[in-house]
Structures are given as structure tokens and as C-alpha cells.
């Protein structure tokens, strides 16, 4: 069984900025395709950024310029840079791995409170 484990939510100003990390349970070589999710009191859960196993990234418009997503594989871990945060950055931010053999996983989330 995968384990992932967000970490680094917390309370910010708008303008601050969070980083937050994905640790896997294991290799993360073998993740394909890494990715941040959140969700929203009362709304679907969007992909905010995603990376792949060679590093390429994809960013949902709404945080393009201000998230930056990376993987260090060496730490088995994931990290979106969040600056100029928005109060409509609020929620809980989820990390997803696909890995190479079709398996996927979530973590339990972490939550980003923005104030205005």
C-alpha cells in the first residue's frame, strides 16, 4: 500500500505565500504523473498542477505564474510554491500519484487558509 503524506498547509495573508510538500511511501521513480489537487468548501476538486516523471509540468490557468510544482525524486517527495496567494486559494490541497504500473493514489489532504 502507497502512502502519501501532504504537509506544509497552513494560515497565510493574501500575498504570503506556502510550500507545500507530497512525501511517498515509496520510490517515487516509479510515479509517472504527480500532481496537486484542492477542493473547495462545496465545489469539485480542480488540478491545480501536475509533473511527470521527466519533469514536465501543467498548471491550471488560475495559478499559472504564481505555483511553481517540482519532484525530488532523491526525497521522494513533491512541492508546490505557492506565492501571491489569493483568498480563492482556500481549501484542501490534495496530492495524486499515478504510477507507472496504472495505480493510483491520494493523500489526505492539507488545508490553506488564505484571509483577505
Known amino acids: 500500500q502507497v502512502r502519501l503524506v501532504e504537509s506544509g498547509g497552513g494560515w497565510v495573508q493574501a500575498g504570503g505565500s506556502l510550500r507545500l510538500s507530497c512525501a511517498a511511501s515509496q520510490s517515487s521513480v516509479n510515479i509517472r504523473n504527480w500532481g496537486w489537487y484542492r477542493q473547495a468548501p462545496g465545489k469539485q476538486r480542480d488540478l491545480v498542477a501536475t509533473?511527470?516523471?521527466?519533469?514536465?509540468?501543467n498548471y491550471a490557468d488560475f495559478v499559472k505564474g504564481r505555483f511553481t510544482i517540482s519532484r525530488d525524486n532523491t526525497k521522494n517527495t513533491m512541492y508546490l510554491q505557492m506565492n501571491g496567494l489569493k483568498p480563492d486559494d482556500t481549501a484542501v490541497y490534495y496530492c495524486?500519484?499515478?504510477?507507472?504500473?496504472?495505480?493510483?493514489?491520494w493523500g489526505q489532504g492539507t488545508q490553506v487558509t488564505v484571509s483577505s
Open positions: 509533473i511527470t516523471s521527466v519533469g514536465s509540468t
Open positions: 495524486k500519484a499515478i504510477f507507472t504500473w496504472g495505480a493510483s493514489y
